[in-house]
T-cell receptor, first 115, second 111 residues
């Protein structure tokens, strides 16, 4: 079945540094990738939608200059958290539309801790 | 935009009992309703889904019902087992392929 590989699974970084999270579709072409953020014991909140070859669409309240999304190919989308702060610590997870039949496939998630 | 409400937020049942989780949605154009099970620190796993042209769907111990008129759908788990303990999320997919999640239900099955 459709697989989305997300890396890294865990990352600890210092305040002020940037962190890149990658999501790759392994056996299908992901024209659309969704990026979610999940705080402990909370639901998944959509941050942005990325379409291959075009600029990402950000949800209200999400800073596009802080959360840089790149979807340069049909199999790779990246989220870069720039100038990270402790309040950016969260679980970030991507999801791709697999096409037909409303299929959604989630990456394994990245737990970001900013110290 | 779409708004999905999910209840209850926590649910504790005895092993072997049934568990019911309910969700309502606001966008009448939503046409696909998946349910996800999420264990701590892991990705959501699709456990069952239903499309708007179907009223009920069953897969072994899990069933989902949909009432389009009332805009609500429910997850039913029968004969619960300790391994069913997890957080369950409902979701609704609108015409723009945007998936909106409910707030989640923490299910605890006591042996």
């Amino acid at each position: 079945g459709a697989v989305v590989s997300q890396h890294p699974s865990r990352v600890i970084c210092k305040s002020g540094t940037s962190v890149k999270i990658e999501c790759r579709s392994l056996d299908f072409q992901a024209t659309t990738m969704f990026w979610y953020r999940q705080f402990p014991k909370k639901s998944l909140m959509l941050m942005a939608t990325s379409n291959e070859g075009s600029k990402a669409t950000y949800e209200q309240g999400v800073e596009k200059d802080k959360f840089l999304i790149n979807h340069a190919s049909l199999t790779l989308s990246t989220l870069t958290v720039t100038s990270a702060h402790p309040e950016d610590s969260s679980f970030y997870i991507c999801s791709a539309l697999t096409g037909g039949n409303y299929g959604y496939t989630f990456g394994s998630g990245t737990r970001l801790t900013v110290v | 935009g779409e708004n999905v409400e999910q209840h209850p937020s926590t649910l504790s049942v005895q092993e072997g009992d049934s568990a019911v989780i309910k969700c309502t949605y606001s966008d009448s154009a939503s046409n696909y309703f998946p349910w996800y099970k999420q264990e701590l620190g892991k990705r959501p796993q699709l456990i069952i889904d239903i499309r708007s042209n179907v009223g009920e769907k069953k897969d072994q111990r899990i069933a989902v019902t949909l009432n389009k008129t009332a805009k609500h759908f429910s997850l039913h788990i029968t004969e619960t087992q300790p391994e069913d303990s997890a957080v369950y999320f409902c979701a609704a997919l609108n015409a723009g392929n945007m998936l909106t999640f409910g707030g989640g239900t923490r299910l605890m099955v006591k042996p």
